[in-house]
């Protein structure tokens, strides 16, 4: 480990913290909620949420929340996810995969414009986090 | 420059406590539970498992908090690992089974920051508990971590450096609350003999029984404590440094090593610090765990390797320190609050707090309380909303008697003032003193005249023995109590320890000596009245002065309740109870030796204590 300079350090910090962001219980553009019951499991959930984390790693982005949630009712549909944006109702996007995740991702929860193709209805219920 | 290992997306972090007190109550197993059952789930990408410093409510260990959303779970076992780990880390749904739930509560309080223990405190020296995992220099450094350091070496002159501590009104949190920009000001303006170094050194022998405010510390967030000394160096020019800690606190001490050798690793430490020029290194002292080598002048002795006993002052350590060299000696919480008040500014520290008192204060909250644990408050809270609200209480619906404030050193202060702001000036008014932040907390079943006997046979035991007032009067304060608690006191022998009291006060040599006698003045001073009943009825109103108590059997309850059960009679080893199984039972007090097992024994209530 070379030492660090005074503007070396200042890097460190910038970039290490968007890792601790999560912890420290701070506001989020947006929250991404991936319906993860069973049903949303056996229809590929787990790879949707993998694509989401690798896009989010990707992008350095440090104020989307990304939760699991159990099933939301409507297996037949699954794998969905809400979306949910400061300020706007939250979105449920059904039959996804992780093409349709990343495109979500760009299109609506940093673009601010919702991917209607895949959308199932504006303004469902709200979720915890 | 190497890659961070932390620098990674992960959608939850799982925040294990691996403080000493969870890690007792098998706080690694849990990790490494945790760790397998996320890996066998494929999760190892998406949930990282991170430990911790004490979150201080130890009380409930072991600890787990999730982020993001702050859910608290607590006395967690290796079992409850699976299931958690599918339900909640994979499949989004919080446990409510694990979560707390408040005493006589049947819904559980999910979020940390809802939690009572939680909501009154306020976190500067612990800023970064529960947060970072101290092994981890970058997360310390992502959390601000020598910010003030790179501040204080290239954008301030050592005067500015005391001038902005001066103004924050910081003062020592060891035990005496000197004011720290004077005592550093003092060290910068003391000369060293033939131009030689000046040191400075930090103070983590903490002594007191059931204290262990500045162990969190180190253990949580050590290199707060080394950035605050590098600063402390830099502002009155030192180039080496000592922490002095018990080797009774083996994860602290293992911690701190670990992050010494990080920071020179990244030039926070040793030659040329971030390039400034400036050099400064910091070494462990070990310390073999003797209460007097917490003063300020024993504690030197034990660095150099000699006698760890206390020596007159003046001169004091700025003056002649370590070697005979100006030395600025602070206390490990000290230390963790300089690079804050650096890093936010004097105003925003001088924000918190009373008009002589600014910033926070760690305690240790131990004794009769629900809440058993480590809390960071505001100065100027008072007792009630620390004992009441962040504590929960007093267990068993028993009724608050007092509390212990300022270790052996402190005193008592009574229920009557329980609204009692906490500053160094009113406690010392009630008698007591801030100390270094114990706080015992006392329930109507305790004896003041034994709590007194108890703090006077730990510093009588701790005296060091160099001084004769310290050595000798607190052996004959101590016989008096003892006399007093087994019944043989006389009149005189309140107005014995009074004097007793006032001379060592006078004449002892250190700190330990000069304080010793408080819990004795204190409970003498609002409880007299049960020294008095001890000395003229020879009775212990709180029946814990087991000398003084008259067993004997209700032979109605003993019947008509216990059926003559015989238990107690089995269990007497001074055969001092007669009657035969079937009959009614009574102890033969000639023979009795007051030991209660009897009423230990007795389900049903029917050994009555007098
Ligand atoms: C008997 C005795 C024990 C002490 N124990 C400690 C201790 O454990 N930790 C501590 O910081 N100060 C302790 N002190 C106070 C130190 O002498 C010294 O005042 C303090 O470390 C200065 O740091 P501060 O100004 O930051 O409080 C003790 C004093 C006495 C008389
Ligand atoms: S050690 Fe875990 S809460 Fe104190």
Redesign the pocket.
């Known amino acids: 480990m070379p030492k660090l300079t005074i503007d070396e350090l200042a890097k460190m910090r910038d970039r290490t913290r968007r890792t601790l962001v999560p912890r420290e219980g701070g506001e989020f553009r947006a929250k991404i909620n991936v319906h993860m019951g069973t049903c949303g499991i056996a229809a590929g959930a787990r790879a949707v949420m993998t694509a989401l984390i690798e896009e989010a790693e990707r992008r350095s982005l440090q104020d989307v929340l990304l939760t699991s949630s159990g099933c939301a009712g409507l297996c037949s549909q699954e794998p969905m996810m809400t979306v949910e944006t400061v300020g706007k109702p939250p979105v449920k996007y059904v039959n996804l995969d992780p093409a349709k995740a990343r495109e979500i991702l760009e299109k609506h929860v940093l673009g601010g414009s919702i991917v209607r193709d895949y959308a199932l209805g504006v303004g469902s219920e709200k979720t915890d986090a | 420059m190497a890659e961070v290992a932390t620098a990674r997306t992960y959608r939850l972090h799982l925040m294990v406590?691996a403080?000493?007190?969870?890690?007792s109550n098998h706080?690694f197993e849990l990790k490494t539970a945790l760790e397998r059952e996320i890996e066998k789930h494929k999760l190892e990408n998406e949930v990282t498992v991170v430990p911790t410093g004490?979150?201080?409510?130890?009380e409930r260990?072991?600890?787990l908090v999730v982020q993001p959303g702050n859910v608290f779970y607590q006395q967690l076992s290796v079992k409850d690992v699976p299931h958690l780990v599918e339900e909640h880390f994979l499949k989004g749904r919080p446990v409510a089974k694990f979560m707390y739930f408040p005493p006589e509560e049947k819904t559980p309080v999910p979020v940390l920051s809802d939690i009572p223990f939680f909501k009154k405190q306020v976190l500067v020296a612990l800023r970064n508990r529960g947060l970072i995992d101290p092994e981890k220099i970058e997360e310390a450094i992502a959390r601000d971590g020598y910010k003030a350091l790179a501040k204080a070496l290239t954008e301030m002159s050592p005067e500015a450096i005391i001038s902005e501590i001066a103004r924050s009104g910081l003062r020592g949190r060891g035990g005496a609350g000197f004011p720290t920009g004077l005592k550093w000001q003092l060290v910068r303006n003391a000369v060293s003999p033939n131009g030689g170094a000046k040191y400075v050194v930090c103070n983590g022998d903490e002594g007191d029984p059931g204290a262990f405010m500045d162990r969190s510390i180190l253990e949580a967030d050590p290199h707060a404590v080394i950035e605050g000394m590098v600063i402390g160096a830099k502002a009155i020019g030192a180039a080496a440094g000592f922490v002095y800690v018990r080797n009774e606190y083996p994860l602290a001490v293992n911690r701190l090593a670990v992050a010494l050798e990080q920071a020179r690793a990244f030039g926070l430490l040793g030659r040329d610090i971030l390039g400034t020029g400036f050099d400064f290194d910091i070494r462990i002292k070990r310390g073999a765990g003797a209460f007097v080598c917490g003063e300020e002048t024993a504690l030197i002795a034990s660095i150099e390797g000699r006698l760890g006993e206390p020596r007159p002052r003046p001169p004091y350590p700025a003056q002649s320190g370590l070697w005979g060299k100006p030395t600025c000696i602070n206390n490990v919480e000290t230390w963790a609050n300089v690079p804050v008040i650096i890093d936010r500014g004097s105003a925003w520290f001088a924000g918190i707090g009373t008009a002589t008192s600014k910033g926070t204060k760690v305690f240790s909250l131990v004794g009769k309380i629900n809440n058993t644990?480590?809390v960071e408050v505001p100065m100027g809270i008072t007792l009630r909303e620390i004992i009441s609200d962040i504590g929960g209480g007093i267990p068993g619906g028993k009724a608050f008697k007092a509390v212990q404030t300022g270790g052996p050193s402190g005193g008592c202060i009574p229920k009557e003032q329980i609204d009692l702001p906490i500053d160094y000036e009113s406690l010392a008014a009630a008698g007591s003193m801030m100390g270094s932040g114990g706080m015992v907390v006392m329930d109507e079943d305790t004896c003041m005249v034994d709590v007194a006997r108890y703090f006077l046979s730990f510093t009588q035991d701790e005296s060091c023995g160099k001084c004769t007032p310290c050595r000798e009067g607190t052996k004959a304060m101590l016989d008096v109590l003892t006399r007093i608690t087994e019944g043989k006191g006389v009149p005189d022998d309140i107005a014995l320890l009074e004097d007793l009291a006032s001379a060592i006060k006078d004449t002892a040599l250190c700190g330990l000596g000069k304080t010793a006698p408080n819990p004795v003045l204190t409970t003498l001073r609002y409880f007299r009245d049960e020294y008095e009943t001890h000395i003229r009825d020879r009775k212990c109103p709180a029946h814990v002065c087991r000398q003084l108590n008259i067993y004997a059997i209700d032979p109605r309850l003993c019947l008509d309740k216990g059926k003559g059960c015989d238990v107690c009679r089995r269990n007497c080893a001074s055969e001092a109870i007669s009657g035969s199984k079937g009959e009614a039972h009574a102890v033969l007090q000639d023979k009795c030796i007051k030991c209660g097992v009897c009423a230990d024994v007795c389900a049903f209530g029917a050994v009555r204590v007098e």
């Open positions: 406590c403080g000493t007190g969870c890690v706080a004490c979150n201080g409510f130890c260990g072991p600890i644990g480590l």
